[in-house]
Nanobody, 116 residues
Framework: QVQVAESGGGLVQPGGSLRLSCAAS????????MGWYRQAPGKQRELVATITSGGRTNYADSVKGRFTISRDNAKSTAYLQMNSLKPEDTAVYYC??????????WGQGTRVTVSS
């Protein structure tokens, strides 16, 4: 069993930055991939970025060059550094934790609002 907790969301002006954190606890020794997804009002949840235990990353085209995912395996924590934020980045951001046995856990989400 894994518990997932996101933090770091908030209100930011266009062009600003935020750093999200995702802390996993429980059976963290079996974590494979950690990732960030987002869901805007009226839209489906979409991939933002993922990172494997070995550090391989994958990004949605819409965030490439602006967002950076990183991970501290010792702390079982993933981060999402978001720069040059746009109003269209407004969403609830969710952290996904995938174990080596493919079991998947989600956090409750953290809201990001980009507005002037």
């Amino acid at each position: 069993q894994v518990q997932v907790a996101e933090s770091g969301g908030g209100l930011v002006q266009p062009g600003g930055s935020l750093r999200l954190s995702c802390a996993a606890s429980g059976s963290v020794f079996v974590i494979n991939t950690m990732g960030w997804y987002r869901q805007a009002p009226g839209k489906q949840r979409e991939l933002v970025a993922t990172i494997t235990s070995g550090g391989r990353t994958n990004y949605a085209d819409s965030v490439k060059g602006r967002f950076t995912i990183s991970r501290d395996n010792a702390k079982s924590t993933a981060y999402l550094q978001m720069n040059s934020l746009k109003p269209e980045d407004t969403a609830v951001y969710y952290c996904e934790v995938v174990l080596t046995n493919s079991y998947t856990y989600w956090g409750q989400g953290t809201r990001v609002t980009v507005s002037s």
